[in-house]
């Protein structure tokens, strides 16, 4: 909706405070911004919102946003923000990405002067760069995992109890806890009681505590247990040492990755698979399992990742619902020389990575017969203007 058509909205009961800059609407702005733009604005009205930032010293503040349409323009007539844009020189407000012409100045992010949205899909860029070279290092730590006599891979399902009438947790009547090794080949399987057997409610089938507490001493005493969280174990530990059945495991410590996570399945499952939320770009929380041998599988697909796979910053857009290929311009090609140099330049344009979309045709050439020329169309730069003939 334009300015002009913006309509009244319910009456704000105070200022609105925003953590960073990314969660500020678009129609709220300091008085910077309203100096800064293009066209620039006298602040007005109430501030309506707070966002946490920095003053001009570099000291921690509260910065107040004002609603623009509150804002009247300043009384600078065309040709005098005219002579002011020519005296700016240093105000860059042409994004050097996707060309928009920006109502504020711009900063340079990675060396380039960005807009917010080109900044945005850098960001998310460079994070599935860092993310796609994580699954190197994943791979090697679910690879030895695995391999590792020692591990035993856990899954605890609670049988929970109903709430009280005032609405309080009351403590899981039973638990399932399953557990493979690093073949996927099982190690346990039991359902145990977690309440007392006076208490109503628990499976019928469910072993008693003490037989509980017996079965995971035999079958993970020793073993470095990987859930998909921290410690799979203590809220069943808990309940059998409450109950007089208390269980003591030793095993192997948690080791650590160079960047200091530790063995819980689920944080790195998340680097793994690298799904990053598009508007905030944190990662995404994978769904669990659900069971012992579907982490198994998980950690095995892991242990098999190759990075052949994916090219962030190339990603196939859509052009009227039709997938293409890339971003970029085709850029044609026109290799001259021996057949054996012309095999040599398209194996090294392989191994550089260069997509060869289209391979027009190779006939000999009309001056010399002993050699040959090669028509060919590969993937370019995203500018259209680089398009053109290169003899190589």
């Known amino acids: 909706m334009a300015e002009h058509d913006q309509e009244d909205g319910p009456a704000s009961s105070g200022p609105v405070y925003y953590e960073r800059w990314s969660e500020v609407p678009w129609d709220l ?6 100096a800064g733009a293009d066209l620039p604005r006298e602040p007005g009205g109430p501030v309506v919102a707070y966002v946490a930032g920095q003053d001009w010293r570099g000291k921690d503040a509260e910065i107040p946003l004002y609603r623009v349409a509150d804002c009247l323009p300043t009384r600078a007539t065309a040709g005098q923000l005219v002579a002011a844009a020519r005296r700016a020189t240093a105000t860059v ?18 060396q380039r002067p960005r807009c917010i949205a080109c900044s ?26 695995l391999a590792d006599a020692a591990t035993a891979v856990v899954w605890v399902t609670l049988h929970d109890a109903p709430r009280t009438p005032a609405g309080r947790a009351r403590p899981p009547l039973a638990a399932r806890v399953q557990a493979v090794d690093g073949t996927g080949a099982r190690l346990l399987d039991v359902l145990m009681r977690l309440a007392g057997p006076r208490t109503a409610g628990a499976p019928d089938d469910a072993v008693s505590a003490s037989q509980g507490a017996a079965a995971l001493m035999d079958a993970l005493d020793g073993r470095r247990l990987v859930g998909w969280n921290d410690c799979p174990l203590s809220s069943v530990r808990d309940r059998l040492a409450a109950l007089g059945s208390p269980v003591r495991l030793s095993g192997p410590e948690d080791e650590w990755l160079p960047d200091g996570w530790r063995g819980t399945a689920r944080h790195r499952v998340a680097q793994w698979r690298g799904e990053l939320d598009p508007l905030t770009g944190w990662l995404r929380s994978p769904w669990p399992p659900g069971s012992a041998d579907r982490l198994w599988l998980l950690l095995r697909r892991m242990a098999d990742t190759t990075v052949e796979a994916g ?36 194996e090294a344009l392989t191994r550089l990575g260069v997509e060869r979309a289209v391979v027009a045709a190779t006939v000999p050439a009309r001056d010399n017969s002993d050699q040959h020329v090669t028509y060919m169309t590969v993937d370019g730069a995203l500018d259209g203007q680089a398009a053109g003939e290169v003899h190589v």
């Open 29 to 34: 702005a300091s008085k910077s911004q309203l």
């Open 93 to 110: 407000r042409t994004c050097a990405d996707c060309g928009a012409q920006c109502q504020q100045g711009l900063a340079e992010r990675g």
């Open 120 to 145: 945005h899909i850098a960001r998310l860029v460079a994070e599935q760069i860092r993310l796609r070279e994580k699954r190197v290092v994943l791979a090697d730590w679910a690879r030895d995992l």
């Open 311 to 346: 090219r962030p910053g190339l990603s196939a857009p859509s052009l009227n619902g039709v997938a293409v290929s890339s971003m970029r311009e085709p850029v044609r090609l026109t290799i001259r020389g021996s057949a054996a140099g012309t095999n040599a330049m398209l």
